[in-house]
């Protein structure tokens, strides 16, 4: 526990993760009240997760690669010898930060809304919670900071505009692009095929890299 306080503590301790987290607050209380159309919670909780979703997997790319980008790994696993204990603490601290922003954000929601469905909370918060491990598992892959980031959002819009755009590559899209399958989850009454939807791409951009980010964080050379 003590491990991934630390680890939390790095993740928000610096100039930038504070400009970060002030600009999505800022986003997140502004983004309800400015929401054109019905004003539903499930449409104020969608505006209102959407800064949190696309800005903040940019501090999970940051908690693992700063490190390694300034080159102050080897000082951390000289305390902490045992590489798979800091990455699992660095993971614990995203998903404590991608659970507080969800929160957050969908006290807003419920704050204009004046109500709340608690089905479509908890299926938001399980897609802020992919989202910032999508950009964990990036960090992991790439261990390195500006690179991460790139990779983060460009790789995810290139395969979904590739599937829009090459009608061929639709049906896979349909179940490979997260940012498709995770709309339904906005709503309430979601479908067993749009389930299996949605894990299927997560399986892709969540699952997958994060377990090939941990091999190659248990491998990679410290210097």
């Known amino acids: 526990m003590n491990l991934v306080l630390v680890e939390?503590?790095?993740?928000?301790?610096?100039r930038a993760a504070r400009w970060l987290l002030a600009t999505v607050a800022v986003l997140t209380v502004t983004a309800p009240l400015v929401q054109t159309g019905a004003r539903t919670f499930p449409d104020?909780?969608?505006a209102a997760q959407l800064p949190v979703s696309i800005l903040l997997p940019v501090l999970a790319v940051l908690s693992?690669?700063?490190e390694w980008s300034q080159r102050t790994a080897l000082?951390?696993?000289?305390?902490?010898p045992r590489r798979h204990r800091v990455v699992l603490a660095k993971l614990a601290?995203?998903?404590?930060?991608g659970l507080a922003?969800?929160?957050f954000a969908l006290g807003c929601a419920a704050a204009f809304a004046g109500a709340v469905d608690l089905t479509v909370a908890g299926q938001l918060v399980l897609v802020?919670?992919?989202t910032m491990l999508?950009?964990?598992?990036?960090?992991?892959?790439?261990?390195?900071s500006a690179p991460g980031v790139a990779a983060y959002y460009v790789l995810p819009i290139a395969w979904a505009a590739a599937g829009r755009l090459v009608p061929a590559l639709d049906p896979a899209a349909s179940w490979l692009d997260l940012s498709r399958t995770r709309v339904p989850l906005a709503t309430t009454n979601v479908s067993a095929d749009e389930w299996a939807r949605f894990g299927a791409s997560a399986a892709l951009w969540v699952a997958l890299p994060v377990l090939l980010g941990l091999l190659r964080t248990a491998r990679a050379d410290v210097r």
């Open 44 to 46: 104020l909780a969608a």
């Open 64 to 66: 693992v690669t700063s």
């Open 8 to 14: 939390l503590r790095k993740a928000v301790d610096t």
């Open 93 to 97: 601290a995203v998903t404590l930060l």
């Open 101 to 103: 922003a969800a929160l």
């Open 128 to 130: 802020e919670l992919a």
């Open 75 to 80: 000082t951390t696993f000289a305390l902490v």
């Open 134 to 144: 999508c950009g964990f598992g990036f960090g992991l892959l790439v261990l390195a």
